[in-house]
């Protein structure tokens, strides 16, 4: 049999992190340990009924059984112009601003693909969702990390950056609030980011996923299109996977910029045929109706945070407190690596944990693990007294 090399891109790649995540659990598993999984950031409470509904009433309709649209329905694209409006006070045209995507993850994993040449500097503030410097490397692109540390509030610093590179850099990817420091930037960090990019025609690429999941609503995410002058450089992806715990239904979107929204437009065409139209009409209702619904979710994750954070600060476990995001993002014990110490832990106890060293830059999440709130609080007490235990 001819043994096929993969190309020397993929090759070079390491797993999926959250692929070997999946993979290492089930072989604990099949080992018949009870396992907690707090490992990946997938909502565990269901989707509420009236999108379910509306998915159902969407796939009784016989046009809607064809290919969709490459760009989204109208409607879809119009329903989301309406809720970054009343969400964030941004104008969006809905016909030239905004374009449905397979969930956010194959709208990032493909946008390099519109803009990035071979050889192309792309700046990654990390540690970062590992998509941003997988798809840079697809598109031949070389990653500069900016690092998010403790010494600066987990913002990079722009200012690191020389001028010689901001004038090679030809796109920067932030995530804020970020996965998986749970960070949040203040307007200021994106005024000078906006300003930054403007100077050096640099595009900026905000993942807003988890602008819904706040804790503090005096300090509520913004979108990047609060800062006048932003749509000159910058798209934003955003996601009903996390706000509506609709991980499984693959529906997100790109706004902002026109000529970046056609870009990542003419990639899709290409390489994918648009999103089940009676997923679109759910994801319609759930953008229309589903405020008070993001809002039980964010009471369900506060409740579990404070939880979290009062079981491990008695196990000694330095964190952040998470002002967003489901994620908390801790120190290491002392004598352990990120690998070694949620190794031990999932070994041991059955708990799943996130290595930091899995998110971008090795070095920039090494010392570190990521929890994610993705259980009850009753199984998040369990999850500590397993570990109390070692
Ligand atoms: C995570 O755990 O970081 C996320 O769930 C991954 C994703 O959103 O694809």
């Not at 070079?12 to 604990?28: Q, S, T």
């Not at 269901?46 to 059984?65: M, Q, R, V, Y």
């Not at 045209?93 to 374009?99: A, I, L, R, S």
């Amino acid at each position: 049999m001819p043994q096929f090399a993969m190309a020397d891109r993929l090759a070079a790649l390491p797993p999926y992190l959250f692929a070997e995540i999946d993979r290492v659990k089930n072989e604990v598993k099949a080992r018949g340990v009870d396992i907690i999984s707090l490992g990946i950031g997938d909502p565990d409470m269901p989707t509420p009924d009236f999108i379910i509904e509306a998915l159902h009433a969407g796939a009784k309709k016989a046009e809607n059984h064809q290919y969709p649209s490459y760009v989204g329905l109208r409607s879809f694209r119009a329903a989301v112009s309406k809720w970054y409006q009343g969400r964030f006070g941004v104008d969006l045209d809905p016909d030239n601003e905004v374009v449905s995507l397979i969930g956010s993850k194959e709208g990032i994993a493909h946008f390099p693909l519109a803009y990035v040449n071979p050889g192309d500097l792309v700046l990654v503030c990390t540690p970062n969702y590992p998509v941003y410097n997988v798809a840079t490397g697809f598109a031949g692109g070389v990653t500069k990390f900016l690092p998010l540390t403790d010494a600066n509030d987990f913002l990079p610093d722009l200012d690191a950056v020389s001028d010689a590179e901001w004038a090679k850099a030809k796109m920067i990817f932030t995530n804020f609030p970020n996965n998986p420091t749970s960070a949040c930037a203040p307007k200021s960090f994106y005024e000078k980011l906006v300003k930054k990019c403007r100077e050096t025609n640099t595009i900026l690429v905000a993942d807003a996923a988890y602008t819904e999941m706040y804790y503090n609503e005096a300090a509520k995410p913004i979108s990047v299109f609060e800062i006048p002058g932003a749509k000159d450089v910058a798209i934003e992806f955003h996601s009903l996977s996390k706000t509506y715990n609709m991980t499984g239904w693959r529906i997100g979107m790109a706004v902002g910029n026109e000529g970046l929204v056609k870009g990542l437009g003419k990639i899709k065409e290409n390489v994918d045929s648009g999103i089940f139209q009676a997923v679109q009409e759910a994801g319609i209702a759930a953008l229309e109706q589903g405020d008070p619904y993001a809002e039980k979710f964010r009471a369900v994750y506060k409740e579990r945070r404070d939880a979290l954070a009062a079981g491990l600060k008695k196990l000694g476990i330095e964190f952040r407190l998470p002002e967003a995001t489901f994620y908390f993002w801790c120190k290491v014990p002392k004598g352990y690596d990120s690998k070694g110490f949620v190794t031990k832990v999932l070994q041991e106890t059955g708990v799943v944990l996130t290595p930091g060293n899995g998110f971008g830059s090795p070095e920039a999440g090494e010392g570190y693990f990521r929890i994610a709130m993705t259980v009850g609080k009753d199984k998040l007490e369990e999850a500590l007294a397993r570990l109390a235990k070692i």
